[in-house]
């Protein structure tokens, strides 16, 4: 069969190791068919062979995003957005501007927020001097706390206090209602809820389906949003992706999208336990597992949180915050229990991922991790932890002695892309800032590493990503963390695919693989480091069809 797509005169970064780099790419439907010099790969072209001439640009594997929040992502498109916007001045005026152009929205939703954006901790009276008479909320960039104003609160019926589970908390102040804080997911639900996106939380917020299930019409809203994260994550050359929060209803909505020919992308979704289910409620997990395994949709894992985050203090640490004498913040589930329920997922043949960010949690995470081996034997799990943003450094060696991957987000340290340094460097004690945000030294002692954006929490754009990954700045009295460029753009793609299973299918450029790849707006090579984020992404195919094309070529 002669070519659909030919991509020539490029600079190819296969990430195969027995053929690393090629001058072209031939794809026959859905299939990489031929990979090498122009001369061998242009004489395959036939009458309808569509020739694209990458002017010397880099082509790589389709980039797999290993850590986002898809629906999330897409539906957030479309709110408020304050990122490094400070003082309420600048919040007021961005949220009148936006209110006038939505006076029918029932929620007025802003993200992005830093935790440092007033000086002073954000209370429902600032949100309130914004704008009292409309529902309005702001999340952090996290997505970890919510702020909202008293109609916001009064709305969602949390101005007098809410019950929540362990680790969730609505801030209650001394008058005894709410300071309009909002802490973890089951706090801030129902305002969320109020914008109408209270289905599209459940995946992360409960891990439970929606009840009753959504009809055609709430489906096409929500599908609707889904296509447009997976168009904006097109055009930053993504063609794979783990999808960290999720239930069925997400699986079998992005399996109507795969019947209409909207699903642009290879779609990884976990069962998400929490910690109110019981063992049984795994049988969920085998059941999406086994409805849902094809190339371009699939389960196999589930997710889990260990902790929170810093900022908001419900990360846990293994010592006292520096700024807090006597907190170091819980684990979302007790050492014991966690051991229980790894070991049951394992032995169910199924991959966890856990978020772990404080120290705490990332050590009793490989302890879970390791408790689960020594029951069921070593096999290949490829078991995850997600962030590890502190490390005791007693822990480093663990990871690749359990063959455990760090997935990590190369925005995520302070200062290296969007997120400022403080506050959060003042929730680590200074002498602890060469255990924070590690990525060499994890990989020199033999974790496999995978890159990742963790949209909406940071831009998806892996442009950026990569230059945030090679321009990053130690911290004081911490060692340089940044990987090569090789090793950054492998953490991208083929490291990306080994870590989601997908090693088999996407990740390399080689004959027999999905025809998924990127091409950039530059040769990577010779681009400075500081200049990636001046050339967007030029060309992206998944699966054989151009998902994103900048301009024609």
Request: proline share 6%; aromatic share 6%.
């Amino acid at each position: 069969m002669t070519p659909d797509i030919i991509v020539t005169n490029a600079r190819v970064l296969t990430m195969d190791a027995t053929v690393p780099r090629a001058q072209a790419v031939a794809l026959t439907g859905d299939r990489i068919t031929a990979v090498g010099d122009r001369a061998t790969v242009e004489a395959l072209v036939g009458p309808a062979t569509q020739i694209i001439d990458a002017r010397g640009r880099t082509v790589l594997p389709g980039f797999v995003e290993s850590h986002l929040h898809l629906v999330l992502g897409g539906a957030e498109l479309a709110h408020l957005q304050v990122g490094g916007l400070h003082g309420l001045d600048a919040l007021q005026n961005a949220f009148r501007r936006f209110a006038a152009r939505h006076p029918d929205r029932p929620l007025l939703m802003a993200q992005g927020a830093d935790y440092g954006m007033l000086d002073h901790p954000m209370t429902r009276a600032d949100l309130d001097a914004i704008l009292p008479d409309r529902p309005i909320a702001i999340t952090a960039a996290d997505h970890h706390t919510v702020w909202a104003n008293t109609a916001a609160l009064r709305a969602a019926g949390l101005l007098h206090g809410l019950a929540t589970p362990h680790g969730h908390e609505v801030v209650m102040g001394a008058d005894g209602t709410a300071t309009g804080e909002l802490r973890e997911f089951e706090a801030f639900a129902p305002v969320i809820a109020l914008g109408g996106e209270a289905r599209l939380n459940l995946g992360i917020a409960t891990g439970e389906e929606p009840s009753p299930w959504p009809d055609a019409a709430e489906r096409a809203i929500d599908g609707a949003k889904v296509l447009d994260g997976f168009r904006h994550c097109a055009a930053h050359g993504i063609t794979s992706m783990v999808n960290m929060d999720g239930n069925r209803y997400t699986l079998e909505l992005l399996r109507e999208m795969q019947a209409e020919g909207t699903l642009l992308a290879r779609v990884k979704v976990p069962f998400h336990f929490k910690p109110h289910m019981d063992l049984p409620d795994l049988d969920r997990a085998e059941a999406m597992t086994r409805d849902f395994a094809d190339d371009w949709l699939c389960c196999g894992f589930v997710k889990m949180f260990m902790d929170g985050v810093m900022d908001s203090g419900t990360a846990f640490m293994l010592h006292d915050y520096p700024d807090t004498p006597g907190h170091r913040s819980e684990p979302l589930f007790p050492a014991d229990r966690f051991n229980q329920i790894a070991t049951e997922i394992d032995r169910r043949g199924l991959q966890i991922a856990v978020h772990a960010i404080g120290d705490g949690a990332v050590r009793q995470t490989i302890d879970g991790y390791e408790a689960a081996q020594k029951a069921n034997g070593r096999r290949d799990s490829r078991h995850r932890i997600e962030h590890i943003e502190l490390i005791d450094p007693a822990d480093i060696p663990r990871l690749g002695a359990l063959g455990i991957t760090a997935s990590l987000q190369p925005p995520h340290p302070p200062g290296a892309m969007d997120f400022p340094v403080l506050p959060t460097m003042t929730k680590i004690a200074r002498h602890r800032w060469r255990d924070a945000y590690l990525w060499k030294t994890l990989a020199d002692a033999g974790a496999p590493i995978a890159y990742a954006s963790d949209w909406p929490v940071t831009d998806v754009s892996v442009m950026r990503g990569i230059k945030a990954a090679l321009t990053r700045a130690p911290y004081d009295g911490a060692a340089d963390e940044r990987l090569a460029l090789m090793d950054t753009l492998r953490a991208y793609t083929a490291g990306g695919a080994w870590a989601a299973h997908m090693d088999h299918l996407t990740g390399t450029l080689r004959v027999g693989m999905a025809a998924d790849l990127v091409m950039l707006g530059c040769d990577v090579e010779t681009t400075a480091p500081q200049d990636l984020d001046r050339h967007p992404v030029a060309l992206t195919i998944a699966g054989g069809r151009i998902t994103h094309q900048a301009q024609p070529l």
